[in-house]
């Protein structure tokens, strides 16, 4: 077997398991109501689909990434594949909804084993001059996952039945075992000793569910009850605690070592922004879509793919460029690229076209991949060989809880905005109906109260619901006006059927409006709430200018071509 070939089957098996776990991140989305409609349960039981998995893998990903960097990456990503794939079969047969959800909570510890150990058994099958060419196909395909996950899963619900979100990984996985059983080489940390550092282990596993916990629930309990204060106050104390054991210990899971490394440090945190600005993005578009312009989910998540197959074409340029030129104007001027089209989208309106949303996404996804990609190459080239494994493992458990605080805040601010802009629009709504000179008092007080329950209702908010409002307040209007015709005397009733058409058609006439003003309203919570994610990501740029060593060029020498790395 020819270099090339054994090179490209050993990287596709790596990939392969690194996708899967990607993929079931976001596949399942799409699919939650019909899980829903097959199980029953409330929407917060439900979205402990989505919050089991993401929450074991952020709590597990750095002890994962440690424990295979002293007993074998190619052994434990074996582990890692095994019990995706087993987990994966079994969700598929789910009797419940709690069977379900505690298999997702498996498959969320089999992804955070799967993902850290990928990139240190990608860059060990090539010469270190190739990888930033690795790690860019590694964003390219991170973006083909984020892409395929809604929309595969909105074909597989549609066409087979949600079962087929879970059954599709087993042959994944199947083929990732057997190509990484034949072709892939076992690495070890050869620094690192054989005993479990299980006071760290323990402390930053507490920590990270701290913290994760408290973010995934903020919203539920409120940013200031007891509760969540009580989670954050313990993931500190916690935090303070594994620093400390660490320092003290002989062999710790975490070399402090590394977070003196100023690139890498700046590199950790740039992701963490980036992984907060990516999930706030995706949040606010797809909630956008399905909410303002009426979309279904699966369309929704169609559209949504223009974002992650455009960050796969920045990803494959930027990775082999940033090896050359360095990861810092990469990442800031993709920072940048990033806010300029959150800014874009927040020029969105009530009336926006789908051909309005493709050319942001389209601009957010070139941005992100410019940025995410160099700068994960700058955390492989700013490290010890030996430790790219426990580097990838910190880098990958920022992001994660980048994305978990990032949604957190945005849910706050755009249910804060909401509720202002709906109040006004309330507020306008109910002056109009009360100072209309042809309706009556009682059809004045029955359609504010109709109209005042259209913010409570996702679909209300879609172009559809002028014509949906319209029906109901038509058929209760005609309803009543049977039940009144029936108490009068017939001389009376022509008198009064003509009466009754007026105030209909009348409310035919100002009902576009005020489902319009509605409309207006939701879309300037979702305006005011991009602007302030921009505001947030401002930060990225000074952190993206430390992700990486200065490449500078010596102009007295020959060589003057070649960069020079400095601090």
């Not at 054989?194 to 006071?199: G, H, L, N, R």
């Not at 993005?281 to 312009?293: E, G, K, N, V």
Request: with cysteine.
């Amino acid at each position: 077997m020819s270099i090339r070939l054994y090179r490209t089957l050993a990287f596709t098996a790596v990939i392969i398991g690194f996708f899967m776990a990607l993929l079931d991140a976001t596949i399942v989305n799409v699919a939650l109501p019909e899980i829903s409609r097959h199980f029953g349960g409330d929407v917060g039981q439900v979205s402990w689909i989505m919050n089991g998995y993401n929450l074991a893998f952020a709590v597990f990903i750095l002890t994962s990434s440690r424990l295979a960097d002293q007993f074998g990456r190619k052994k434990v990503f074996l582990i890692g594949l095994f019990l995706f794939t087993m987990t994966s079969l079994l969700a598929g047969f789910a009797t419940s909804m709690e069977v379900l959800i505690a298999l997702r909570i498996c498959q969320g510890l089999a992804g955070a084993i799967i993902v850290p150990v990928t990139v240190p058994l990608a860059t060990e099958l090539f010469p270190k001059e190739m990888h930033g060419t690795i790690i860019g196909a590694w964003g390219a395909i991170s973006g083909l996952a984020a892409a395929s996950g809604p929309a595969l899963g909105g074909i597989l619900t549609e066409q087979l039945n949600w079962q087929w979100i879970f059954f599709v990984n087993v042959p994944l996985g199947i083929i990732s075992i057997v190509l990484t059983l034949f072709l892939i080489k076992e690495s070890y940390d050869p620094t690192s000793g054989k005993k479990i550092d299980y006071a760290g282990t323990v402390t930053i596993t507490g920590a990270m569910f701290c913290f994760t916990y408290a973010l995934i629930k903020a919203n539920d309990y409120g940013w200031g009850s007891p509760a969540i204060m009580l989670l954050l106050a313990g993931g500190v104390v916690l935090s303070l605690v594994f620093f400390l054991v660490e320092r003290r210990g002989k062999e710790p899971m975490l070399p402090l070592s590394l977070l003196k490394i100023k690139p890498f440090s700046g590199a950790a945190l740039t992701l963490f922004v980036i992984g907060a600005g990516l999930t706030t993005m995706s949040f606010l578009t797809s909630f956008y879509l399905t909410r303002i312009l009426g979309m279904t989910e699966l369309k929704a998540g169609l559209i949504l793919s223009v974002f992650a197959l455009s960050s796969m074409v920045t990803s494959v340029i930027s990775g082999p460029l940033s090896n050359k030129f360095g990861a810092r104007w990469f990442a800031a001027g993709g920072i940048a690229l990033f806010i300029t089209a959150n800014f874009w989208l927040s020029r969105l309106t009530a009336g926006s076209t789908t051909m309005d949303v493709i050319p942001k996404l389209a601009l957010a996804g070139l941005a992100l991949g410019m940025t995410m990609a160099p700068v994960m190459a700058s955390t492989i080239r700013n490290v010890p060989e030996e430790k790219v494994g426990i580097s990838s493992g910190i880098v990958n458990m920022t992001k994660a809880l980048g994305s978990v605080l990032g949604v957190a805040i945005i849910v706050t601010v755009l249910q804060t905005q909401i509720t202002g802009q709906m109040d006004r629009a309330r507020e306008d709504m109910a002056k109009t109906i009360q100072t209309n000179a042809v309706l009556t008092s009682s059809v004045k007080h029955q359609l504010v109260t109709m109209t005042e329950k259209m913010n409570t209702k996702s679909s209300s908010l879609s172009s559809a619901s002028s014509d949906g409002l319209m029906k109901q307040v038509s058929a209760t209007m005609a309803k009543e006006t049977q039940l009144a015709l029936s108490k009068l005397p017939k001389a009376q009733q022509a008198q009064a059927k003509a009466a009754m058409d007026r105030q209909t058609a009348e409310i035919r006439r100002i009902l576009p409006g005020i489902v319009t003003d509605y409309r207006d309203a939701a879309a300037r919570s979702f305006s005011h709430t991009f602007v302030f994610s921009c505001w947030l990501l401002l930060i990225g740029i000074p952190l993206a200018l430390f992700s990486d060593r200065r490449y500078i060029k010596k102009s007295a020498l020959p060589v003057s071509s070649v960069p020079v790395e400095t601090d």
